[in-house]
Structure formats: C-alpha cells, structure tokens
C-alpha cells in the first residue's frame, strides 16, 4: 500500500510542477525533454549505466511494451501540459486521472479477469460519478459546455499509457522493470528531440530546471505503480491513484493557486473519499 501512495503524491507533483512552470519556460518541449531525460537518466542509473539489453528473457517484449507506452507517456504529457495552461491544473487533472481510471481498469477486468469486490465497483462507479461531478455544468460538462477535444485526447492518451504498466506486470519479467522504464522513457525523449529540431526550439536554463523537476516524480510514480501492482489489484490500485491524485491537486489548486471550487465540485470531493475508502475495503 505505501507504493500506492507514493504514486498518488509523485502523480500529483508532476501536474504541480507543470502549473508552477507556467509563463516561466519559452519551449515546453525542451521541458518536456528534459524531464524525459531526467528519467532516462534515472533509470539507466538503476541499471548500474549498463544492461541496456541484457540476456535475460523477455527483453525483446519489453522493449516492444517500452516503445509503445513511450509514445503515449510522451503524448499524454504534452496534451496535459496544453490543457492546464488552456482549462486550468483541477479540470485538466481531473480527465488526465480519468483516463488513467478507465482504461487501465476495463482491460484488467476483461483481459485479465480481476474481478472487483462489490464494494470495489461501488468505489470505481463513485469515482466515474465525482469525476463528471466536478465538471458538470447546467449547459454541459466542461468548459464551453461540451468536452474539448483536447482533453478527450489527453483521457485517451493518458489511459493508453496506463494499459502498459499492467500489461508488463502480468506478462513481462519483474527483473526488466528498470529496463521496461528505460525503453519507455527512451522513446519519448526521442519523439521529443524530433519534434524540436523539426520546430528549431533551443532550451534555456527554466526548460532545464522545470524538466528535471517534472521528470523526477514522473519517473519514480511510474516505478511506485509498477511495485504497487505487484501486490495491490489492479482493480484498487487505478481507481485509488486517480482519485487520490485529484485529492492533492485540488486541495493544492485551491490552497496555492487559488482555485475556487463549487459546492458541486466540494460534494464531490466528498464522494471521492468515500470512493477511496470502499476501493480499499
């Protein structure tokens, strides 16, 4: 259970680093680099800086997994950071952890038959119902009164990114996490470079400071989840990290950024406590 909380807390610092970087870096790509090869340093370092291919079996399927949850991680990351300067850190938060909710979950139920406890369903229909909770309006959900396209594709991406994790815990080899990391966030920095040598954006030293500072949660939730898996359900371990992300973020939105919720939005909360504790009963 201590990792899930990690992952909780580390999810949350990644979307705060994110706010407090706001008008403060001239390439979010470069930052988005930089934390990219904050973790592809981090990982490799866990690795002894050798082993990139090791002789153990599965590498190859790792590598695989790798790549594909790096594109995603890289997608996922960028449509966050658009989002929060365009719909703010609670509502962008709120569709990325849903994402992360749905998706994950879905596939571990119908590919890999976890079965929820009833009062596990409550908490994971409590969780759907606080996230829709927190952005219904009389004309719609969402700013604008629909959902954005924007954010259903950070919800797509962030879900696709999170299939992964339980994919490589159920199939790949425990010995390889490390190296399933370093192929993960590999990919992504590799996509990033591209992109910015195609748009010719150059990193200064905030691009620098706020990557490093996004990158290390990044890395060390995605490694918490990982080991959360190993002894928490997947049925527990997906809804409890997003919801109790979006605890943190709001409580923190709210606090330091000074933003307001409705008494629609405080019920809400409401509900995602009493979502936390059925998921873990």
Same mark, same amino acid.
């Given at each position: 259970?201590i990792?899930?909380?990690? &992952?909780?807390?580390?999810?949350?610092?990644?979307?705060?680093?994110?706010r407090?970087?706001?008008?403060?870096v001239?390439?979010?790509?470069?930052?988005?680099?930089?934390?990219?090869?904050?973790?592809?340093?981090?990982?490799?370092g866990?690795?002894g800086?050798q082993?990139?291919? =090791?002789a153990?079996?599965?590498?190859?399927? @790792?590598?695989?997994? *790798?790549?594909?949850? *790096?594109? +995603?991680?890289?997608?996922a #990351?960028?449509?966050?950071?658009?989002?929060? &300067?365009?719909?703010?850190?609670v509502?962008s938060s709120?569709? &990325?952890?849903?994402?992360?909710?749905?998706? %994950? #979950?879905?596939v571990?139920?119908l590919?890999?038959?976890?079965a %929820? @406890?009833?009062?596990?369903?409550?908490? +994971?229909v409590?969780?759907?119902?606080?996230?829709?909770?927190?952005n219904?309006?009389?004309? /719609?959900i969402?700013?604008?009164?629909? !959902?954005?396209?924007?954010? +259903?594709a950070?919800?797509?991406?962030e879900g696709?990114?999170g299939?992964m994790s339980?994919? !490589?815990?159920e199939?790949g080899?425990s010995?390889l996490?490390?190296?399933?990391?370093?192929?993960t966030?590999?990919?992504?920095f590799?996509?990033c470079?591209?992109?910015?040598?195609?748009?010719?954006?150059? %990193?200064?030293?905030?691009?620098?400071?706020y990557?490093?500072?996004? *990158?290390? =949660?990044?890395?060390?939730?995605?490694?918490?989840? #990982?080991?959360a898996?190993?002894?928490? %359900?997947?049925?527990?371990v997906?809804?409890?990290?997003s919801? /109790?992300?979006?605890?943190v973020?709001?409580?923190v /939105?709210?606090?330091?950024f000074?933003?307001?919720l409705t008494?629609?939005q405080?019920?809400?909360?409401?509900?995602i406590?009493?979502?936390?504790?059925?998921?873990?009963?």
């Amino acid at each position: 259970m201590i990792y899930l909380l990690l &992952s909780i807390f580390c999810g949350a610092m990644v979307s705060i680093s994110m706010r407090l970087s706001e008008g403060k870096v001239k390439s979010k790509l470069c930052m988005i680099a930089t934390n990219y090869l904050t973790c592809l340093t981090v990982a490799w370092g866990l690795m002894g800086f050798q082993n990139v291919f =090791p002789a153990e079996e599965g590498i190859i399927e @790792t590598l695989g997994m *790798g790549t594909f949850n *790096g594109f +995603f991680y890289m997608l996922a #990351l960028i449509m966050n950071q658009y989002n929060i &300067s365009r719909n703010g850190v609670v509502l962008s938060s709120v569709f &990325s952890k849903m994402g992360g909710l749905l998706i %994950p #979950l879905l596939v571990s139920i119908l590919i890999f038959r976890e079965a %929820p @406890t009833m009062f596990q369903f409550i908490g +994971f229909v409590l969780s759907v119902v606080s996230v829709i909770m927190l952005n219904y309006r009389k004309d /719609g959900i969402g700013a604008g009164g629909s !959902f954005k396209l924007s954010l +259903f594709a950070l919800l797509v991406a962030e879900g696709c990114a999170g299939i992964m994790s339980k994919v !490589f815990n159920e199939t790949g080899n425990s010995i390889l996490a490390s190296n399933f990391l370093f192929f993960t966030f590999g990919t992504a920095f590799l996509f990033c470079v591209i992109v910015i040598l195609f748009k010719k954006e150059r %990193p200064g030293k905030n691009e620098l400071m706020y990557g490093v500072m996004i *990158g290390l =949660p990044n890395f060390m939730g995605s490694r918490f989840v #990982l080991k959360a898996l190993e002894s928490v %359900p997947a049925v527990v371990v997906y809804p409890s990290r997003s919801v /109790g992300t979006i605890v943190v973020i709001t409580l923190v /939105g709210m606090l330091i950024f000074k933003e307001r919720l409705t008494k629609q939005q405080l019920v809400a909360m409401a509900v995602i406590l009493a979502a936390l504790i059925l998921l873990n009963l």
